[in-house]
């Protein structure tokens, strides 16, 4: 981070904090927006310029809108948005087909995308089909402005809507312990999970040996293990940056008080495709279902059109990531994936299959996992070639015995996998064992004794007493311990005179 | 307007704190910029010719090596630090100056009182089981495992037919360990490998040469590249020199490979000079330099230094470390957090006496490169050593040769495509290649006129079509091999009386 990111950041928050200060709705609101625009105006004010003239032109459009609610007015918000957004994201790499030389490479070389383009266009476009879908949306300017450019998540996301951000811009500011307390946790969880576990991931225990090297420097080809870890690997990677990232927004946003949409829920449980899609980038796939699947599969009644609905709406969440072929093949398998998922289910019900619940649940669950995983093949290899190349070895039985990746790099992504959900799984259970003891001792009305009698062993209530002492003193053990690892830290970048190195955010490329 | 706010029977009025402290932050910003940009760099500027009043001119006194733009990019610094630390404070005054916070003063003392508490039973809770962890982990058996340092010459598609490659940089990441040595600064520390042998001299072992005190000596003088990085024992320079003068002369040879990565020339000739001193006359004397002398000069701006002098001089500038952190450092909380946390998240910047690396740690970065100023420069010192080496030879009575070392930007080999994109790399970073160029069109020019015993190898692979090159300026033991064969042919010996006859290759 240089010191000029550093300035921003702290003039971003000093206004942010003088905004909160302030009575007025409106000049609290005008002084956010000028905060996003100052901190956005950093990349670029020709992309300052760009997120203005979206807003206004989506402000325009839902004008008219909500003067009349015609189908035209909404298309020509569409296309306006659409073309937009397509001339800075999939023109350029439409152009250098042409190859370098040509007068088309060196126009796509002048063409560049504002960052968090395709993030700000979906929620403009949101805002339009919220209007025609008669939501109660009646924001100012200057309120649509700041949801278009609000500055936590004006880069990346989450995608907002406006029906959930309009009255958290209208409320009076509550700078509440709570609020503070759960939003800094997640900024540490975000930090921790991009600085730390995304970088252990992409670079390996030392370099050479991650998940970036597995993908961009193998050159004698893959063995089949070698793809499933790496796919099982850039699952993960994928998921500590993006995740970490929404962590951090959405702490940002929660320590003022603002509720951001979630954009993850332990998607790695998901036991059908079905549900990974409701776990995993959130805001962008419940876009797609709201704006997207509902509509076009309301079309027609037919079964097989639904499907067809399906594989279109995954096909284009796949192409929102760019104009590339492994972005589309993504969108395209994980349609299919659903496609199938639902005959398996039709299929079910007319066969059933007696198994075990736990059994049926693992199996599930692995399924979804491995194919899933198999998935992010295709979103990360460097073009189709390479994908297909990944792929031939998954299925080639011979291709099982050769290694192509260091060691460390099969203990890493095991030692990370099983980690997980280790992690996962016990947070679970000793949340739930803390939830227990506090309704045992909510609902004691004997003495201590009676406690032992209820209906869980001693060591579990012990533990979940435990958890409860320090989930309510969190902040007592945890900012020592985290500025004990400040200082440890500092001072071993500090004698090694060594940097942070911090790869950019994957989606910020979107 | 601003609103009564009833506090505990205190009235505060909220509007007028936030509209005082408004002001106050824009006026203290303000003053801040004004004097930090109008007043402050005027006032250098005159302390820097000497003209402002003498306390301020005493506070200046590197004008002979460092320019003025250095003391004004050191305020511009200052300035940041400043107005960072200001936006800092000026946070923190409206987080406390809040009427609710200055009530809350002796709870916020007591919570202080009691994270600090924490903070200690967390440390030592935690250096407890750290030492469990260092000790359990020292016991357990852990396999060999051969690890290179992940560079990217480590990959290139010669060594994977080399089945002493994995081994090689292996042991090459392990001899990164540094001494310090007399008057050079930095030499390898000992080594015993099966691909890397270092003696307690720093110097790296020639396989074949005969030291009796017979022999026929030739030391061989360089940077990384005449040290051997990417070629194990048997394929340095040096051990194709051993191995070509053995066939040439009757009676021992004995090679001694001074190089060192990062040396540039003047090392060479100081350790040549050392050398002499203790009566260690050699019959032939090799220099072997070019990459390490200009990018010296390309970080530090100036020509003549050693390479990372930056941080050379800032061993030297700082005090030692306070013994807080020395304790923090010696602790094994600090160990394991090392290894496990810090080691996967940061880039150690490119240690001293690491290969040159056009992107890292250059003068460009915050300054403008004269190339033509520099590269004359440059230029100047090399052949300034050259001139030295002659007066010594003169008096010793030794044979010497300056060999320009070939860089794969330069010359008319046909280049592979991993070549290819090692050629792109370093012409990616402009500054060092232009200054490059110049630097070995200055020097050709120059050599053509008065210096017989210099001699360019830029051509060297020319017509020479599988891989050679490793990185920028390194090559594979074959390439070594062919830069052994041309000097040889440079240097022509005669066996029979042990006479040099030296033929000046056209």
Known sequence: MTNYTMAVLFAVLLMWIVAWNLRSVKVRQTLLLFASYFFYSTWGIGFLLLLVASSLLNFAVGSLLRRRLSISYLWLGVVLNVL???????????????????????????????????????????????????????????????YMAFWPTVVSGPVCRLPNMLPQFRQEPVLSSTNISAGALRLIQGLFMKMYLASLLGSGLTPGEGVVAGFDQVKSGWGGIDVWLLGIGFGFLLFCDFAGYSHMVIGTARIFGIRVPENFDRPFLSTTPSVFWTRWHMSLSFWIRDYVFRPLAATRRDRWWSYVALVISMTLFGLWHGAKGTFIVFGVYHGLLLVMHRLGQRTKQRFPVRLPRYLAVFLAWGATFLLVSLGYILFRANDLSEALSMFRS????????????????????????IGYFIVTAGHSVLLSWAARYRKAMSERTEPAEGLWAMNFTRLTLIIGALVDFFAVRLWWWLAPALSILAVFVGVAIYAQKGVITVTPFIYTLF | MGRAVSLGGNFVIRGGRIRLLLALIGISLGLWIVFAKLVVPAVITSAYRGESWSFLNRLITGQATVPLSDYLQDWNRVTIAGLLSGLGFWIVVLVISSPAVIQRVPAVYKGVALLTLNALILLLCFEVASLGAVKIWSVVPKAQQLVGEGSPRETVSYYAGQDWAAQFWHEFRLTRKQRYYPYVGWRRAPFNGTTINIDQRGIRLTPGADCRPNSYKVFAFGGSTMWGTGSPNWGTIAAYLQAGLEKL???????????????????????????????????LVLFFDGASDIYAAYQSGRAGTPQNLAQLAARFETSSSPTFLERLRSSYSYSLIENLVVKPIIAKPRQQ?????????????????????LSDS????YFGNYKIVTALAQRYGFNYFFFLQPIVSLGGKSLTSEEEEMRQRLEMGHAINKLLTSVYQRAELESSKHYRNFYSMTHVFDGYNPLVWIDEFHVTPVGNQLLAQKMLEVVVV?????????????
Request: negative net charge; contains cysteine; aromatic residues 14%.
């Open chain 1, 394 to 417: 998954v299925f080639s039985p011979s291709a099982y015995q050769h290694f192509a990746m260091p060691r460390n790099f099969y203990m890493l992504i095991l030692v990370f996998a």
């Open chain 2, 353 to 373: 006496n690491e290969p040159p690396a056009p992107e890292l740690g250059a003068y460009e970065i915050t300054h403008t490169i004269d190339v033509p100023t």
């Open chain 1, 84 to 146: 937009l957004l397509g001339f800075f994201k999939y023109l350029p790499p439409i152009l250098e087909v042409g190859g370098t030389g040509s007068w088309q490479y060196d126009l796509a070389r002048y063409i560049i995308m504002p960052v968090g383009m395709s993030f700000w266009t979906f929620q403009g476009l949101s805002y339009l089909f919220d209007l025609y879908l008669e939501e109660e949306v009646d924001p100012s300017l200057v309120e649509f402005c700041l």
């Open chain 2, 378 to 381: 440059i230029v100047q010192d």
């Open chain 2, 494 to 506: 005669d066996g029979y009386d042990g006479r040099e006859v030296i033929r000046r290759n056209q």
């Open chain 2, 249 to 283: 002369r009757h009676g021992p040879v004995c090679v001694v490979n001074f190089g060192e990565t990062a040396y540039v020339s003047t090392q060479g000739v100081i350790l040549l000079l050392m050398q002499l001193q203790s009566g260690n006359v050699p019959n």
